[in-house]
């Protein structure tokens, strides 16, 4: 079941003083995707990792299906985010020394005990589902586009009902970013709840709805659900 | 308590110390990795930093490897020294120096010394609770082997009749040490002194025409004493133009034929040190009282001796052991100053971990196994490192002193790396609590 999203009242302070983000208010329904753009510094990645709850000093409210993740404490934050949210970076972060489904199944080395074997079940159809034949293999062979795969499968292999990507396309070749940008809405789509930072039109064309952040502050579209 | 201790064997008793010494390790361990699985992402930044890991545990290795083997090689000359007198339960020599004495006697190093007596030596060699009374007569070499004159009975004694061929008969023949320069039924020529001394060109040739005959070889017995050429005590001092112990016959002749005792106190030039056996151990203490007279003898224990020297020699070894300590801890902080330094190249990797929601706990747990493993491979491999230094150090010091040094890893050994160990995964912890207040966001985007 794919959490909602609402937000109000967010800041987040940078050194000296000044508001590196200010969101009044944000809503976005189970289930939507949205998409963030807008020039580079503008605050777009500020604010998915200060709704991920990754960053100290944000103030407000950050609510997913109730859940304000701003009130919780650092520790109860990263159960939130381990049980409820998956996150894929533009540059990847797998780890090289791993294979492709060590990566993928990286959660479960840090999931309750009973968890692990799901997840590591999940991670393997995941892979399979975006065409990775061989996930036995060390990631450091795997291109672009097959190491983005599998931070997508890593990213869904807890099952996530929210899904956190950051520039997922920004470090792939066209081909790569279409593939993936169709793999992407095939495995989010009506199921989760997706935020996604971006510059690629191709990718915020698939989104249910774009907002542009420019000097942290969003400056168009449309902020209700 | 203090019962049950004692009752249990020694054996057990530093088993259980080891499992003592571990208990830190053992418990931080688990309390750090309590239903964890770190594994793989060590095994992943053992892989990917393996140059300076490798490294760091060879560092490790060799400051824990010789620490140790220095330990074990103290312990070993100790036992080397102490085993190579056991035979000489107690000496009797004129008043002087106990431990010059001893090196003389013992150690086969000669200096100048007074001379006992042949009335002494009678006195001694007929007191009722004497087994075994032998003069000692050093002073020469040959081929830098130290010439030692004595009686059979001794070279019997010292060689637990262990010989090869059969014991000196006249005072021609002589018995080789195991390891002595000339062989079974060679023939050698005594040079005045030892070292340098006896290759002077004057002193080489002082005894021209003395010459023996290896008649016997001894066994090894771990001791100097199987470099030495032992030749019956009569042939010393004839050699030296004395008199040989034995009143000439009637006829002025057939002295020379006469090997051993009893000698005949008018014709007994003398000797250094008097080697004694007792009948009984308690009577040592006897004979020791007995023969300790002002100006005329001393006698003493070599085996007391050697404890007062082990006493010196213990303030030392405990300097030693805390240097060897120091020098551990110190590689063991500059290793985890490069661990530090290597887990910070690591640090955007354990961001992502936090940031897909592992608990703190856990990345402390992937580093603090990852200080520990190093830490843990380099203390077993400093046994091993250790092992081969003492090996290789016993065998220079037994080539060099002719004591029998072995030095193999014991109990104190396996205390000290499991110490080590200890320390090391307690150490361990402080990479581990740098990354607790990781700031994610800042990492990720680094």
């Known amino acids: 079941m794919a959490d909602g999203l609402t937000v109000s009242d967010l800041e987040v302070p940078g050194r000296g003083g000044r508001m590196l983000l200010s969101v009044e208010a944000l809503s976005l329904a189970p289930g939507q995707s949205l998409g963030l753009r807008g020039p580079s510094g503008a605050g777009k990645s500020t604010f998915l990792y200060a709704i991920a709850g990754l960053i100290e000093g944000a103030r407000g409210r950050v609510e997913w299906n109730g859940t304000d993740i701003l009130s919780l404490s650092p520790d109860r934050r990263g159960a939130f985010r381990a049980a409820h949210m998956g996150f894929i970076f533009q540059d990847f972060l797998l780890f090289d020394e791993l294979s492709g489904i060590d990566n993928a199944a990286l959660p479960a080395l840090f999931a309750p005990r009973a968890q692990r074997p799901g997840i590591r079940l999940r991670a393997q159809e995941m892979l399979g589902r975006l065409g990775l034949s061989d996930p036995g293999r060390g990631v450091d062979s795997y291109s672009g586009g097959e190491r983005q795969r599998v931070g997508v499968a890593r990213a869904l292999a807890n099952d996530a009902a929210i899904l956190l990507a950051d520039e997922p396309t920004a470090s792939l070749h066209r081909a790569a970013a279409d593939a993936l940008i169709e793999d992407l809405a095939g495995v989010a789509r009506g199921q989760r709840t997706s935020v996604v930072v971006s510059h690629d039109p191709a990718l915020l064309a698939r989104m249910d709805r774009v907002i542009t952040i420019a000097d942290g502050r969003m400056t168009d579209g449309d902020l209700a659900a | ?446």
């Open chain 2, 1 to 446: 308590m203090n019962d049950l201790w004692s009752g249990l064997s020694a054996p057990v008793q530093d088993g259980l110390w080891l499992l003592l010494i571990l208990l830190p390790a053992v418990v931080t361990g688990v309390l750090v990795l309590r239903s964890l699985r770190p594994w793989p992402l060590v095994r992943a930044m053992l892989w990917r930093f393996r140059g300076p890991n490798l490294l760091f545990v060879l560092l490790i290795a060799v400051a824990v490897g010789l620490g140790i083997g220095l330990l074990a090689q103290e312990r070993g000359l100790r036992a080397g020294t102490a085993a190579a007198a056991d035979k000489f339960d107690l000496i009797v020599a004129a008043p002087g120096s106990e431990v010059t004495m001893l090196f003389a006697s013992v150690y086969l190093q000669p200096s100048d010394v007074g001379l006992l007596s042949g009335t002494i030596y009678d006195e001694v060699a007929t007191h009722p609770e004497v087994a075994l009374a032998a003069p000692l007569g050093f002073g020469d070499s040959y081929a830098g082997a130290p010439v030692v004159g004595t009686i059979a009975d001794f070279v019997t004694y010292l060689s637990d009749g262990a010989i090869e061929g059969r014991m000196f008969e006249t005072s021609t023949e002589a018995i080789a040490g195991a390891f002595a320069p000339v062989g079974l039924g060679e023939r050698f020529e005594p040079a005045h002194g030892t070292g340098d001394v006896a290759l002077d060109a004057d002193n080489a040739h002082a005894h021209a025409g003395a010459s023996f005959t290896v008649v016997g070889r001894m066994a090894p017995t771990g001791t100097p004493w199987d470099r030495a050429l032992i030749v019956p005590i009569e042939a010393v001092w004839e050699v030296h133009g004395l008199a040989n112990g034995h009143a000439p016959g009637p006829d002025g002749a057939g002295a020379h034929d006469r090997i051993g005792p009893p000698f005949d106190a008018a014709y007994f030039p003398g000797t250094p040190a008097i080697v004694v056996r007792s009948e009984a151990l308690w009577s040592n203490y006897a004979l020791r009282s007995a023969f300790t007279r002002d100006a005329e003898t001393m006698a003493f224990f070599p085996g007391a001796v050697l404890a007062q020297l082990y006493r010196v020699m213990g303030d030392v070894r405990q300097a030693m052991s805390v240097m060897a300590l120091v020098t551990q801890v110190l590689v063991a902080a500059s290793v985890l100053v490069g661990l530090l330094i290597l887990t910070r190249l690591f640090r955007r990797q354990l961001a992502l971990l936090r940031a897909l929601g592992a608990p703190a706990r856990f990345v402390f747990a992937v580093v603090w196994s990852y200080a520990a493993t190093l830490l843990a491979c380099g203390a077993v491999l400093g046994l091993a490192v250790g092992w081969l230094a003492a090996a290789l150090l016993s065998r220079v010091l037994s080539e060099r002193t002719d004591i029998l040094v072995t030095a193999p890893l014991a109990w104190p050994e396996l205390h000290a790396v499991a110490g080590f160990l200890s320390v090391a995964t307690l150490l361990s912890l402080l990479p581990g609590l740098s990354m607790r207040r990781l700031p994610i966001v800042e990492a990720l985007r680094s």
